[in-house]
């Protein structure tokens, strides 16, 4: 059984590199333009169910990609970056090097946000719930940080050994059995249509 992680297309805020977390963005013209890419991709894997987060930019590329009636989980959201949300990773990084670089290697939490222990045991317990709810490949539409999230709690990938996740991009792990304690194997990783971004905000 696969479990496929589709990013959502670039929006707005990624545009002007802010942070979003738990706020919203719609999409871009381009973002537009890279869910729309992906769908063929998406037709050749033909995944058996499907599972979106609830926030606004997921649900938009649900839509473009063809399941815009598919479930949706706030469990799979993106990690709530507290009082970071909104603010551009650009101006982070000029006034906190140190402690933007704590946060993105899960060691610093900004002030009402969410850790990441707290954030990879929420989405690896909800992306595991989907998996033994049915069978066949299933299909997440979810957030780069998700994505990472993922790769860490059930490969043990660190962030930090991660290219950034590019928007309308695919990351696949393949479950020989989901109930089984053997990790996954990482089947692809940042597959897409565009060419991968270096430095993408969340």
Known sequence: MRLILLRHGETLWNAEKRLQGHDNSPLSPRGIEQARAIVPRLGALSPARVVTSDLGR??????????????????????????????RKDVLIAEKAELYGAWRAGRYTPAGGETW??????????????????????????????????????????????????????????????????????????????????????
């Open 58 to 87: 997921v649900r938009q590329t649900a839509e473009i990609v063809g399941h815009a009636d598919a479930p949706s989980d706030d469990r799979l959201r993106e990690l709530d970056m507290g009082e970071w949300t909104g603010l």
């Open 117 to 202: 222990d707290g954030f990879v045991s929420r989405i690896t317990s909800a992306l595991s719930d989907w998996l033994y709810a049915g069978q066949g490949d299933l299909l997440a539409i979810v957030h780069s940080g998700v994505v990472r999230a993922a790769c860490f709690g059930f490969l043990g990938l660190k962030p930090a050994h991660l290219l950034p996740v590019t928007p309308g991009h695919l990351t696949i792990l393949d479950f020989e059995d989901v109930r089984d304690a053997a990790p996954p194997r990482l089947e692809a990783y940042n597959l897409g249509e565009f060419a991968p971004d270096t430095d993408v905000a969340d």
